[in-house]
């Protein structure tokens, strides 16, 4: 499950996206170098070989550790993608591109929004889409959505197998985990599908129940709601949406229906495990990822294509995913502890509202800045743990913590906190 955003304004392009996958998949942001005349004929994605390309874009990617694709990313020429679970009629386990490895692939190829959408479409035409799509439920499968954006515009991509639709963006739009393009829509279409504004891709490829229980269309409409809302995009408004709970802030309260998403049993299975922001303007992308799981009880720090930054994960680190593992205590201990969770969120608040300040200053000091304050910010909160009593976590979290060796209340977060183990350059 996930939730991606787009605003179209005269000066920018805002694009925002939580992740929501297994509770215990760790999603690193991992930074690539650009590539030129790279000789490699063949790459191994996730479940297949396809051709290689030459010359790559640099890409900043939030990327499920087991996985070759990215759940969201943003490369060096100001293109951002984000992908959505789509329970289509024609989601199968046989293998092919995952919609994570179609993220990837339009980001390292395409320089524009419109030329990734080509990219994308015609990878999708060749090779299908298909295989397990899951970290623990290697049963997990789905065809998938998109929003891609740049500076000038942004797309609605959604598919069905190997047929597809796409739309432009004007003004707002918002995707969840359910085919959104109906009857009558303006759109570009894959050549199996008729032509005219007859098509229903929504009713023709969509399941019923999947989206039901996973509250897509109650999600869309939470997020389509929040975009309406009077006043100018910027970071703090789409902080604030990306949290947003329906029932309140405690974790136990929620739903399939927030767009923050805690896991909490069968039905409410999936956790967000991510989460991005970015301003897309002509002159570059200003980005800002958590790293880390649960965006209500996270802090966006910032990211860029050179130099040194703490939401990165060395790419040789990636399984092990050091940030991500370590936010998980204070995750899960703040799930227990609601005195704990106020003091993240009073705190982080309050940071934040300085570093988006600084931010909007587009000055590279204050990036730096915002960077060091968040990287602080965490450490002080992980490090006080030391002196609580010990959580009694939900038992579904109990399960959870058994499973991945994430337990507050069993082993409590003893291993040192050293920050410059999760900064560095990531290879290739």
């Not at 991992?30 to 590539?35: C, E, K, L, S, T």
């Not at 910032?302 to 995913?321: C, I, K, N, Y």
């Not at 409590?412 to 183990?421: D, F, K, W």
Request: aromatic share 8%; charged share 25%; net charge positive.
């Amino acid at each position: 499950m996930c939730d991606t955003q787009v605003w179209t304004t005269p000066g920018a392009i805002w694009f925002a996206k939580n992740s929501d996958r297994e509770p215990s998949e760790p999603q690193p942001v991992v930074r690539y170098p650009a590539v030129a005349g790279d000789a490699t004929r063949v790459l191994r994605v996730s479940h297949i070989e396809i051709d290689q390309v030459p010359d790559r874009h640099g890409t900043i990617l939030s990327q499920p550790a087991w996985c070759w694709g990215a759940e969201m990313g943003v490369n060096d020429a100001g293109v951002a993608i984000g992908n959505e679970a789509i329970f289509s009629r024609r989601a199968t386990l046989r293998p092919g591109l995952l919609g994570m490895d179609l993220v990837r692939l339009g980001l390292e190829r395409a320089g524009t929004a419109a030329a990734a959408v080509e990219v994308m479409t015609g990878l999708l035409e060749r090779y299908g889409q298909g295989g397990p799509a899951g970290f623990v439920d290697r049963r997990f499968c789905y065809d998938s959505s998109f929003i891609v954006a740049d500076a000038a515009q942004a797309w609605v991509l959604e598919t069905a197998g190997r047929s597809w639709v796409a739309r432009r963006v004007d003004g707002r739009d918002a995707i969840s985990n359910a085919l959104t393009t109906g009857r009558g829509a303006a759109l570009l279409r894959s050549a199996d599908l008729p032509g005219g504004a007859g098509l229903d891709f929504a009713a023709r490829f969509d399941r019923r129940l999947m989206p039901y229980f996973a509250g897509s269309r109650l999600r869309r409409d939470l997020s389509l709601r929040c975009l309406a809302q009077p006043g100018p995009p910027g970071f703090a408004r789409l902080a604030r949406h990306l949290r947003a709970h329906r029932g309140g802030d405690d974790p136990a309260a929620g739903s399939n229906a927030d767009v923050c998403m805690h896991a909490a049993g069968f039905i409410r299975r999936h956790q967000t495990t991510g989460s991005m922001i970015a301003c897309l303007r002509p002159h570059g992308a200003e980005v800002m990822l958590t790293g880390t799981s649960a965006p209500c009880l996270s802090i966006f720090r910032p990211v860029a294509f050179d130099g040194q930054w703490s939401v990165l994960t060395p790419f040789e680190a990636r399984l092990s995913a050091p940030l991500w593992r370590r936010h998980e205590w204070l995750h899960r201990w703040a799930l227990a502890d609601a005195a704990l969770r106020e003091r993240v969120r009073a705190t982080r608040d309050e940071l934040e509202t300085a570093m988006f300040e600084a931010l909007s200053t587009e000055n590279a000091d204050a990036r730096h800045w915002a960077d060091r304050r968040a990287a602080a910010w965490h450490k002080v909160l992980w490090e006080s743990l030391r002196t609580l009593p010990r959580p009694r976590l939900p038992a579904h979290w109990r399960r959870i913590a058994a499973r991945d060796g994430i337990d507050p209340q069993r082993t409590g977060a003893e291993h040192t906190y050293n920050p410059a183990s999760t900064i560095g350059e990531s290879g290739t």
